[in-house]
């Protein structure tokens, strides 16, 4: 009996944490965005649907994932395969390159905003190589587009390592044995690459990806130290609408949105990238 019930007890406390700090939130954030005194209603979703900056965050988001994880996705692989094949002082490297994970999303946005402000490194720079005269005004509401690429270099310096050690980790599964018969029947590195490493990555490749577009789309703390509200994003608008607006029932519709884009893509990758059964890795 004990043997039996042993594993449901080792269950327990993961089940409890997702129960009081998942369910049990999703839960009220539902019925918030769905009900009011009167009862069932989709009238938040049409309050959150008609405002004039919805469209835009919606758009922004979409554009900054779309702009960011493939390039983490590329160089994560190719800082993974270069970590990889290191024979030395490849721990101190791995290092190096995750230090970013320590900072967190708004003191990577200050960061940066000391690069990118009228006072930063970047006018600093320019005005010493005399290439300006006078500081440059890039975070202005007329340059959304150097926001939005500050932002961009933000998220891939702090973010990419989330990647990198995800993948490192999945790369270290792949037996030396297939590249060594590959290599032996001539195979060019990138022939291994592509026909041993991609294909034998893939359960860490879906793990990374998912993670990784999920808080894609609920990037907020270093958009609101770059631009402010000068580049809406959709967290940006439901901390918008729940504290600026002290209405809390757009505000959940839109984590419901924004938990609804998570879901689908997230089954996206799972269908896309997902192993045989019997593949091993």
């Given at each position: 009996m004990h043997a039996r019930t042993l594993p449901y007890l080792l269950l327990l406390p993961a089940t409890l944490f997702l129960l009081v700090f998942f369910i049990y939130p999703f839960v009220l954030v539902a019925i918030e965005a769905f009900t009011t005194d009167g009862g069932?209603?989709?009238?938040?979703?049409?309050?959150?649907?008609?405002?004039?900056?919805?469209?835009?965050a919606f758009w922004n988001t979409v554009l900054l994932?779309?702009?960011?994880?493939?390039?983490?996705?590329?160089?994560?692989?190719?800082?993974?395969?270069?970590?990889?094949?290191?024979?030395?002082?490849?721990?101190?490297?791995?290092?190096?390159?995750?230090?970013?994970?320590?900072?967190?999303?708004?003191?990577?946005?200050?960061i940066w905003l000391a690069v990118f402000e009228q006072s930063g490194f970047l006018n600093s720079l320019l005005?010493?190589?005399?290439?300006?005269?006078?500081?440059?005004?890039?975070?202005g509401y007329q340059s959304v587009w150097i926001i939005?690429?500050?932002?961009?270099?933000?998220?891939?310096?702090?973010?990419?390592?989330?990647?990198?050690?995800?993948?490192?980790?999945?790369?270290?599964?792949?037996?030396?044995e297939y590249y060594e018969a590959a290599e032996v029947f001539g195979a060019t590195a990138w022939k291994r690459f592509i026909r041993i490493t991609l294909p034998l990555?893939?359960?860490?490749?879906?793990?990374?990806?998912?993670?990784?577009t999920i808080l894609a789309f609920e990037v907020f703390a270093v958009v609101a130290a770059l631009g402010g509200t000068t580049l809406p994003v959709l967290m940006g608008e439901t901390y918008h609408w729940q504290?600026?607006?002290?209405?809390?029932?757009?505000?959940?519709?839109?984590a419901m949105v924004i938990l609804a884009i998570s879901i689908g893509l997230t089954l996206v990758f799972l269908r896309v990238l997902r192993v045989p059964k019997g593949a091993q890795t």
């Open positions: 069932f209603t989709l009238d938040h979703f049409r309050t959150m649907a008609g405002n004039w900056k919805f469209p835009i994932a779309l702009a960011v994880v493939p390039l983490q996705l590329i160089m994560a692989l190719l800082m993974a395969t270069l970590v990889t094949r290191m024979s030395s002082g490849r721990d101190l490297v791995l290092y190096i390159f995750t230090i970013p994970l320590g900072i967190s999303d708004l003191a990577a946005g200050i005005s010493g190589l005399g290439i300006i005269k006078q500081p440059l005004v890039l975070l939005f690429l500050a932002v961009m270099l933000a998220e891939l310096w702090r973010a990419t390592a989330i990647m990198l050690v995800i993948l490192v980790a999945g790369m270290g599964l792949i037996p030396k990555l893939r359960p860490s490749l879906q793990t990374a990806l998912i993670l990784r504290f600026g607006l002290q209405d809390g029932h757009v505000a959940a519709a839109l």
